[in-house]
């Protein structure tokens, strides 16, 4: 059973920072789409960021809310995805969610070509 758990989310001030962890378990995601989602209150579901790993390479994408001040990374021998927030700002307040593709060919911005998603874990960036 594959699960995918975050954590680090938590209060900061504007300006500061925070890392967000994704652990995968159940399955190696070596070849695969792994990203991160983000959900305000009263507003749609929107791409973060991602990072597209195949045989020959790994790529990255961004939403270009966050370019320039969040940061995707992963440790293939701890399965762990991880988003390093930087510069946060008030509108960057939301639930952030985990996702993953077996697809390594998927289109990475919808959230529709993800098979897997963490519980979510709540980022508050006050003002």
């Known amino acids: 059973q594959v699960q995918l758990v975050e954590s680090g989310g938590g209060l900061v001030q504007a300006g500061g920072s925070l890392r967000l962890s994704c652990a995968a378990s159940?399955?190696?995601?070596?070849?695969?789409?792994m990203g991160w989602f983000r959900q305000a209150p009263g507003k749609e579901r929107e791409f973060v960021a991602a990072?597209?790993?195949?045989?020959?390479?790994?790529?990255?994408y961004y939403a270009d809310s966050v370019k320039g001040r969040f940061t995707i990374s992963r440790d293939s021998a701890k399965n762990t995805v991880y988003l390093q927030m930087n510069s946060l700002k008030p509108e960057d307040t939301a639930v952030y969610y985990c996702?993953?593709?077996?697809?390594?060919?998927?289109?990475?911005?919808?959230?529709?070509?993800?098979?897997?998603w963490g519980q979510g874990t709540q980022v508050t960036v006050s003002s």
């Open positions: 996702a993953a593709s077996s697809n390594s060919g998927a289109q990475v911005y919808t959230g529709q070509e993800y098979d897997y």
């Open positions: 159940g399955r190696s995601f070596s070849r695969s789409v």
């Open positions: 990072l597209r790993m195949t045989l020959s390479a790994t790529s990255t």
